[in-house]
């Protein structure tokens, strides 16, 4: 073991330790402490527990909401196209074309922009 050397975590603000750290971290001096800490925890797992819930409900439903958006897709590109709904990846945009390729059509006079409002 010559030559190695025990690494050593370096140590930040993270470690240093406050009074709050300290009287959370420690363990209760006396039962009174004790079950005033265990009811504390138990109120926050079962508001923990509320809020998984709602949080659940919540996945639940937009997925539901989900489902019906890709029924009713797949049914209109069946309407639209006649063809079977399919799984297709993202859309890719038309290659753009440089300066020298693209090609310049005569624009009859009089024909501007067309703005509907």
Excluded: C
């Amino acid at each position: 073991m010559i030559g190695e050397r025990k690494k050593v975590p370096k140590k930040g603000m993270r470690n240093v330790a406050t009074v709050q750290t300290r009287a959370t971290s420690s363990t209760p001096a006396n039962r009174t402490q004790a079950v005033s800490r265990f009811a504390r925890l138990e109120n926050e797992r079962m508001r923990i527990l509320r809020e998984l819930d709602a949080w659940n409900a919540r996945k639940a439903e937009a997925e539901r909401m989900l489902a019906k958006v890709e029924a009713e897709l797949g049914a209109l590109q069946t309407l639209l196209l006649g063809a079977p709904p399919v799984a297709s990846g993202p859309l890719r945009p038309a290659p753009r074309l440089r300066p020298a390729q693209k090609v310049q059509e005569p624009r009859p006079l009089g024909h501007g922009a067309l703005l509907e409002y």
